[in-house]
């Protein structure tokens, strides 16, 4: 076997690894968004969100995260990014949005950042 | 006999997708790395091969956590294109390679890489953005293709040195199978990327020239690298590199660079290695 593949605390930086424990701790968030992969599940999303966040058996905990946007938030409940990614789609921030608020910037700060912005 | 003509490895950034379908090929931001991909469809101009095998991973579009590959073949006649939460691509369905494919998995699995079988399987930009740099579709896909999907996503992950190995167990199959095809290995995915956290849109372009060094004459020094070390130096998503060995893997020791290439605007290294057994 080899050494171990990574570390006790299973972060970079401040970012979380996607382990079996963060799969199990977001499965309900993630089965949620996956349906968002089909153009039937977004337009349920758009028609009444609530009525659609109602079919995932989420926590209350997990719904405010949800309302409220929480993209860190939704990290650290277990959601992974390429599933956030389609949250985002859905409600409108895009992935350069949500990263600026994940770095505490504006969006236009986060821009100005970048080598080539003209390539988003 | 069949026979691996090639390796290239490529990024497969969503962006580029939205790039493409939006025409912005010539674009100021966008030129470099459309344009990177010319040398490349020059070469396979010139080799011609028959099949690509694409390493490749699922971005949550067709793969649910439910149940969790880490190595997942394609064996059927045809792919459908996935939609990944804004509608479904204009790219022709995916050509198969139904023969080569069984072949490919028996052979593998025999080889004691136990793979999930896929009869049914539908491709998303971790295959397709590769796919539609390197090759010309408007009269249909010139090549068939056989997609490979790893698991990168939901650690334990693959380690490193077992992409290394997959990809030799693919240079064996590929040798063993008796039709006299010309096959290219595509790794996709990387280079640095980090996509959450406060350090979202870091790069490393002296990591990513490394590898892509080590890459071509010292692929065995990578194999040894944990997922810690790699997500260290390339972010967490950047562990996506893991894909690039196992195209490394499928070609000999010595190979000759055909090209190279190397742009990051925004998020995402994006490297591109045209490799050729020398």
């Known amino acids: 076997m080899q050494a171990s593949q990574l570390s006790a605390s299973r972060k970079i930086g401040d970012s979380h690894v996607f382990d079996l424990a963060m799969s199990h701790r977001g499965l309900r968030l993630n089965r949620m968004c996956h349906v968002l992969n089909d153009a039937t599940g977004r337009a349920a999303f758009r028609a009444d969100e609530a009525a659609f966040l ?66 988003v | 006999m069949a026979r691996i003509v090639g390796g290239i490895a490529s990024s497969h950034v969503p962006s580029i997708g939205g790039a493409h379908d939006r025409g912005k090929h010539e674009s100021p931001a966008w030129k470099p790395l459309f344009d990177a991909y010319v040398p490349v469809r020059e070469w396979l101009a010139r080799v011609k091969p028959d099949i690509a095998i694409v390493v490749y991973n699922d971005h949550a579009a067709e793969f649910f956590f439910d149940k969790y590959p880490t190595f997942a073949v394609g064996a059927a006649e045809h792919y459908a294109i996935a939609d990944e939460g804004f509608g479904v691509r204009p790219l022709p369905p995916v050509r198969g390679h139904l023969a080569f494919s069984q072949h490919l998995c028996e052979s593998l699995v025999y080889d004691e890489f136990d793979l999930t079988v896929c009869q049914e399987l539908k491709v998303e930009h971790g295959f397709l953005v590769p796919m539609h740099l390197c090759f010309d579709y408007r009269d249909g896909w010139p090549v068939a293709s056989v997609p490979l999907q790893v698991n990168v996503l939901q650690h334990p992950l693959p380690t490193a040195r077992r992409c290394y190995r997959l990809g030799q167990a693919i240079g064996r199959a590929v040798e063993a199978f008796a039709a006299d095809l010309k096959v290219v290995v595509i790794g996709t995915g990387g280079m640095s990327h980090q996509l959450t956290g406060s350090a979202f849109g870091d790069m490393q372009p002296d990591h990513d020239l490394d590898f892509l060094d080590r890459l071509e004459s010292d692929p065995e020094s990578l194999t040894g690298w944990s997922h810690q070390l790699l997500m260290e130096k390339f972010g967490v998503e950047g562990i996506e590199l893991i894909m690039w060995l196992v195209m490394r893997g499928a070609l000999p020791a010595a190979v000759r660079c055909v090209h190279r290439h190397y742009y990051a605007p925004m998020t995402t290294g994006m490297g591109l290695m045209t490799l050729e057994p020398a």
């Open chain 1, 54 to 119: 109602a079919r995932f058996d989420l926590t209350e905990a997990e719904l405010a995260l949800v309302t409220a946007r929480d993209f860190n938030g939704l990290l650290a409940a277990g959601i992974n990014i390429y599933y956030l990614i389609k949250f985002g789609v859905a409600t409108g921030n895009g992935l350069y949005r949500m990263g600026a608020q994940m770095r505490g910037e504006t969006y236009e700060q986060f821009l100005v950042s970048r080598n080539n912005s003209g390539a």
